[in-house]
């Protein structure tokens, strides 16, 4: 069979939170599922560390790079999304909070609302107990020793707001062991790797790539439950354009990148190769399935007009904490927070919403951190009286 006839069950465009589930579930169905992934397959100690790696570390095929960070620029607003087999859990910082149960309003969007919930809580908790399960959820068990987990904590109880430790799809113990890190990971089919993971070791590099495996990432859990159960995964490989057929289902054309052999080829330049589905899932991520959708809209006349309006950037706001002190005993003493220790987030604060007696919208806030080798430059510029006396 040559590659323009090739027929799956399912074709898949993505492979992150949204495309590694469906494989999963497809596969688990019966179905010949083919996840086609734009970027690399990152097994442990691939990540890069170096200066010279980092600047190599980005997506743009015509300028030879295949790298994991994808920057989007619009007017107003900036976007790093991930290129990878694991999609954006190779750069997001770990948590699994459901949303909050009084927060699922039912606002009049015709009279001024904003939000609309169509479900509840109570309608999701089974969804979220099957993703913790599949991710391996672990709070944080270092607490009582870490600083930026105490300083958050201190802040916490001396404003009166809710502080707790966030299940974190990262492994800190092996089931029914104490933690230790760096201890080898007990997997019961292994990962499609083929490497041996290794519990956390505490270095903050979550958001750049955990090389040692600790951070479960969608790649260890449902991509490789996915390949077991016969879902083709196929990486390098960047959709172009899809279209219904006549007689059913979908055509679906894509290039794969070469970066060892022809690296720099324009998409243009490079072979298409074609796939025929029965189903076809886009799920690029919130920015490249709009771009997707955007750009072959004229096959599908019933998408609306309305399609990439009301973007929105989720309200994220990062901030740094610099110059702290300790003040418990009456003097202001420099307190080295220590951010680069454990990973990226270990607590939340949770602040209240106008439906449980807050003055706004409820959030969150969350002790992010950094990878530990940016503590040299981090404490030197916020305390080094504190480091050098």
């Known amino acids: 069979m040559s590659a323009s006839d090739e027929h799956f069950d399912a074709v898949i465009v993505g492979s992150g939170f949204g495309g590694s589930v469906m494989a999963y579930r497809l596969a688990e169905a ?3 599922a083919c996840v086609l992934e734009r970027g690399m397959a990152y097994p442990p100690n691939s990540f890069p560390r170096s200066p010279a790696g980092m600047k190599r570390n980005f997506w743009d095929p015509t300028g030879g790079l295949y790298g994991m960070f994808n920057v989007w620029s619009f007017s107003g607003l900036a976007s790093v999304v991930s290129s990878g ?4 859990s190779l750069i997001y910082a770990n948590v699994l909070i459901r949303k909050d149960e009084e927060w699922f309003v039912r606002e009049d969007l015709q009279n001024g609302g904003t939000e609309y919930w169509p479900v ?3 309608d999701l908790d089974p969804h979220y107990d099957r993703v913790e399960s599949m991710l391996n959820g672990q709070t944080y068990p270092y607490a009582e020793s870490t600083s930026k987990t105490k300083a958050f904590k201190h802040a916490a109880d001396t404003l009166g ?5 966030p299940k974190l799809a990262v492994t800190f113990a092996n089931e029914d062991e104490e933690p230790v890190p760096g201890e080898p990971i007990h997997e019961e089919h292994g990962n499609l790797h083929g490497r041996t993971r290794y519990t956390c070791r505490l270095c903050g590099e979550c958001d750049i790539g955990c090389n040692y495996g600790s951070k479960n990432t969608l790649d260890y859990n449902y991509l490789s439950e996915a390949k077991r159960l016969g879902a083709e995964l196929r990486t390098l490989c960047e959709v172009t354009t899809f279209a219904p057929r006549d007689d059913g289902g979908y055509t679906v054309r894509y290039v794969q990148h070469d970066p060892e052999g022809a690296p720099g080829t324009p998409v243009a330049e490079l072979p298409i190769r074609t796939l025929t589905t029965d189903r076809l899932v886009i799920a690029a991520g919130t920015l490249g399935s709009t771009y997707l959708l955007l750009k072959n809209r004229r096959a599908f006349p019933g998408i609306s007009d309305r ?3 009301r973007f929105c950037g ?9 110059k702290c002190a300790d003040v418990s005993n009456g003097r202001r003493l420099p307190r080295v927070i220590d951010g680069g220790h454990g990973p990226v987030i270990t607590s939340t604060i949770r602040i209240p919403d106008t439906t449980d007696g807050g003055d706004g919208r409820g959030f969150y806030l969350q002790d992010a951190g950094y990878p530990e080798f940016a503590n040299w430059m981090m404490q030197m510029i916020d305390s080094p009286k504190a480091l050098w006396g």
Do not use: K, V
């Open 120 to 122: 509840t809580r109570t």
């Open 85 to 88: 087999l694991g999609g954006g």
């Open 161 to 165: 707001l809710d502080w707790h430790l």
């Open 30 to 32: 019966g179905l010949r």
């Open 307 to 309: 399609l990439g309006e």
């Open 314 to 322: 989720n309200g994220d706001l990062l901030s740094w904490a610099l």
